[in-house]
């Protein structure tokens, strides 16, 4: 059985105000050759379909065109569940028609999947969190976790439970959820863990909410995953990795497009899984297309700058300009350098004594950087890692329970 395992997609993101739908939609045109070229035979996407809760209309076609053309019209399934940034509600709510198409999407940690047959498949067993599919005279379980909120786990598992289980922490929950889950695993199936979530020691990008940086309220330990497990698929990461664990292979496939300066020095891919019927893996990193690449020009004077950006102006790019020099930029200058090249995100001029932007693509800011900036101004102090841990939890469940985005809103003026 050939099984590729991608995430991470964020479509409808920008980069400042640079749109990236037209990469997105080459990504998934490559996908697709790609799972024609290597005979794929089920496809995990592993949350982050969108890159925010309520996503915009041409992201949302884009999706849907997709999944027709991967699912090959219901004869490849298609294992879907939501990310941090997607509202389960919005990714559910297609699901009737999208099960006809073989799309699975696991929208909650308590979802059941309906069994029944279908051109190249079955679902032959279901449950909470889990189902059992039946592909070319194999079977395989998956155990299916999105991303979940430690009080959507006290509503949804923990809420019948004595105080001692409400006191455990969020890593200590998950692991009990999977323990239970594991129960499901059968010695003659393939069995794999999907899931979206941070696992301490893992490395992040700039792109990533910093949910689990502030506090680690949400980050779980590497080793919480049985050993019945073949495999473990995960999202949330943006860089391509293996968690490091002795019982069970565990991977972030990444995400397929590089959406900030941190994710310019190591390859985009996703992961395609071999597995044999005695269970033997081999797991195979696909590189994909840089479709428009991200430049950091680091350059020693404006006219450094001016002729670097004359070399590349007629490349599709990015580009982020960093001059390190102990004099400024007049406005000139600044005109000269946009001038010649396109889609320049930002100029910054790096000295001893500071470091100044002289111009930078704007975007609103964060609801986060809104609250800090709100506190700043009533209180006249930074706000503590516990309140701003606090208020992206609060924000996180508005935006999980009612499909809400606050991309746009503002908190004062």
């Given at each position: 059985m050939k099984i590729l395992h991608t995430s991470d997609w964020h479509l409808g993101k920008y980069l400042d105000k640079y749109s990236r739908i037209e990469e997105q939609e080459m990504f998934l045109n490559e996908l697709h050759e790609i799972c024609e070229k290597q005979k794929i035979d089920l496809i995990i996407i592993a949350g982050d379909i969108y890159d925010t809760s309520n996503p915009p209309i041409n992201a949302e076609k884009l999706f849907f065109s997709a999944m027709k053309k991967l699912s090959k019209n219901g004869s490849r399934p298609i294992i879907i569940i939501p990310g941090n940034h997607d509202s389960s509600s919005k990714l559910l709510s297609p699901s009737p028609l999208a099960s006809e198409f073989g799309i699975i999407i696991q929208g909650n940690i308590d979802t059941i999947a309906s069994c029944g047959e279908y051109d190249g498949f079955k679902i032959v067993n279901a449950g909470e969190g889990f189902l059992e599919l039946s592909i070319n005279n194999e079977n395989i379980i998956l155990i299916t976790i999105p991303y979940i909120t430690e009080k959507s786990i006290n509503k949804i598992i923990f809420s019948a439970n004595n105080e001692l289980n409400m006191q455990k922490n969020y890593s200590d929950k998950v692991k009990e959820i999977l323990?239970?889950?594991?129960?499901?695993?059968?010695?003659?199936?393939?069995?794999?863990?999907?899931?979206?979530?941070?696992?301490?020691?893992?490395?992040?990008?700039?792109?990533?909410?910093?949910?689990?940086?502030?506090?680690?309220?949400?980050?779980?330990?590497?080793?919480?995953?049985?050993?019945?497990?073949?495999?473990?698929a995960l999202g949330h990461l943006h860089r391509m990795q293996k968690v490091k664990n002795d019982n069970t292979l565990i991977y972030y496939s990444g995400s397929p497009i590089r959406y900030s300066q941190s994710e310019t020095n190591y390859d985009k891919c996703v992961l395609i899984l071999d597995i044999e019927?005695?269970?033997?893996?081999?797991?195979?990193?696909?590189?994909?297309?840089?479709?428009?690449?991200?430049?950091?020009?680091?350059?020693?004077?404006?006219?450094?700058?001016?002729?670097?950006?004359?070399?590349?102006?007629?490349?599709?790019?990015?580009?982020?300009?960093?001059?390190?020099?102990?004099?400024?930029?007049?406005?000139?200058?600044?005109?000269?350098?946009?001038?010649?090249?396109?889609?320049?995100?930002?100029?910054?001029?790096?000295?001893?004594?500071?470091?100044?932007?002289?111009?930078?693509?704007?975007?609103?800011?964060?609801?986060?950087?809104?609250?800090?900036?709100?506190?700043?101004?009533?209180?006249?102090?930074?706000?503590?890692?516990?309140?701003?841990?606090?208020?992206?939890n609060i924000l996180n469940e508005i935006e999980n329970e009612e499909g809400e985005s606050f991309k746009d809103e503002t908190i004062y003026s």
């Open positions: 323990d239970n889950l594991k129960q499901n695993f059968k010695e003659d199936t393939i069995n794999i863990i999907v899931s979206h979530l941070f696992v301490r020691g893992s490395i992040e990008s700039d792109s990533e909410r910093k949910i689990q940086a502030i506090g680690g309220s949400y980050a779980v330990d590497g080793n919480i995953f049985p050993k019945e497990a073949d495999y473990v019927k005695n269970k033997h893996i081999n797991i195979e990193k696909y590189i994909l297309k840089d479709y428009k690449p991200i430049i950091v020009l680091k350059c020693d004077s404006y006219n450094d700058a001016l002729e670097k950006c004359i070399k590349i102006n007629e490349e599709n790019s990015y580009v982020f300009i960093e001059i390190t020099s102990e004099t400024g930029l007049n406005a000139e200058e600044i005109r000269n350098i946009r001038e010649t090249k396109n889609d320049i995100v930002s100029i910054i001029v790096k000295s001893d004594k500071e470091e100044k932007v002289y111009y930078e693509v704007q975007e609103e800011k964060s609801i986060l950087e809104q609250f800090k900036d709100f506190y700043i101004h009533k209180k006249n102090l930074e706000p503590r890692e516990e309140l701003l841990n606090e208020f992206l």
